[in-house]
């Protein structure tokens, strides 16, 4: 049931573990969850039997991205499947971009019955059966000096997809490859990921997609730290930062973190928390036997959803091949043109839920006479 395995070493881990003055060691489990927009799935398919054309529309946010798979699995050209979303959407979450079988299947049922079909899902045929967000279990360990400075850490875990593997998946492994290492400065990391099918029920992009898991393994992982070694986990946290001078970033996997003042985002996140007032409410709390907790979590979080990210899956002597092609999504175009009656013509590649584009987009298209109009 093992639908892929990588193994990525980035640094020199096994001597940051050599050198270490503590070793760290935990096992986690995080649960399957879920995204449960107000407005679920909807899909309207129609057959052109002249043009042997499929035209689709649906409350779909990314058709861009799912066009050319759904086209192969229909067995037509690229031109002859049309996707039409409408300019206001309710929210997706990540989940809807699992839409895509369904547009399929509601496609192949319009050709079959030679009418329109629609099919609006509803709430429990949504939680049962839209997407999840991967279960995982992990174990991680930390390699650390005694004053707290992390030296490095190994990753391993392995993500559960269900009864079988779909794009975007295995992403919910890779997404996060540039930020694997999150805020922090240590250079030396392992990071072992299975990706396995099992009887549950299928997963996909969901909100935090594939970095959820990771925060919450690092930052407990600094937590156990602070607490082995008796420091203040913010402490813990501030000594391993990335520091503002830094800047341009590149992560040891590769990440290009562009600005940013982490300390100082730290030190205003405890003061408006009110963190020192906190603790001694702690203190006070605990010595009358109440339990009082202090949560603190740091992350960065990729903006961008570079689909570049899928190929890590492949084996090197895959990607080696001459005919490999990298993918990547993290581009955009826009077409500017100029109508013989003198307007201008923007076109976009983004697909509106509600930011307002038909109000932004216009505003950065000059007239020939120098002046912005609407086109």
Known sequence: NLAGHRRLVYGDPDRAFAE???VLRERFRYPKYSSTPIETYGVIARWEPLEGAYTVWSNFMGPFIMHPLTARVLGVAENRLRFIVPPDIGGSFGIKSSMYPYMALIALAARLTGVAVK?????????????????????????????????G????WLDNVGGYIRSPEPGCSFRPTGNFVGPYRFQHLEVDTSVVMTNKSLTGPNRGYACGHLYFETERMMDLLAERLGLDPAEVRRKNLLQANQFPYRSPTGGLYDSGDYPAALDKALEVARY????REQGEARAAGRCFGIGVALAVDPSVSNMGYVATALDPQFRAKPEYLPKSGAVDAATIKVDPLGRVIA???TTPQGQGHHRWAPAPSPSPRGSSRPS
Request: glycine share 4%.
């Open 347 to 349: 076109i976009l590649a």
């Open 276 to 279: 020192a007032e906190l603790r």
């Open 153 to 156: 850490m190994r990753y391993r």
């Open 119 to 151: 099919w609006i899902e509803d709430r429990r045929e949504h939680l049962l059966a839209s997407s999840s967000g991967t279960d995982r279990v992990a174990y991680r360990e930390l390699a650390s000096r005694k004053d707290g400075t992390v030296l």
């Open 20 to 22: 270490a003055d503590l």
